[in-house]
């Protein structure tokens, strides 16, 4: 007969009760397979939750746009207030510092409400 110390025994106890609660868990999830899903989005719609309207975000939330610094971000909301908003996303060419280049870069996270 095989005789356990007292710390092989709870060293068994231990690894029973392991097991015990990794068989409850797989249980659970079987039970429950909601649970363990993901929700899944499609690329439209990750992309238009990216999109940043120019319209109305503060100067702090223009530079998280590409290609735009503070210094662009300042024109941009000084433009607003003279010019009023954007009535195409194109119209943003018109701050001094946006060509087409710049704006072919950042026209794919910009939109207009």
Do not use: C
């Amino acid at each position: 007969m095989i005789r356990f110390t007292k710390e092989e025994k709870t060293i068994l106890l231990f690894l029973l009760a392991a097991l015990f609660v990794g068989t409850a868990v797989l249980y659970y999830k079987k039970l429950n397979p909601a649970h363990s899903q993901f929700i899944e989005f499609d690329e439209k719609e990750i992309q238009e939750f990216k999109k940043i309207n120019i319209n109305k975000v503060t100067g702090k939330e223009l530079v998280r746009i590409r290609g735009i610094g503070p210094v662009l971000a300042g024109r941009i909301i000084s433009y607003r207030e003279k010019y009023g908003p954007f009535k195409k996303t194109e119209d943003i060419k018109e701050v001094k510092g946006i060509g087409d280049k710049a704006f072919e870069k950042m026209r794919k996270e910009i939109i207009l409400e």
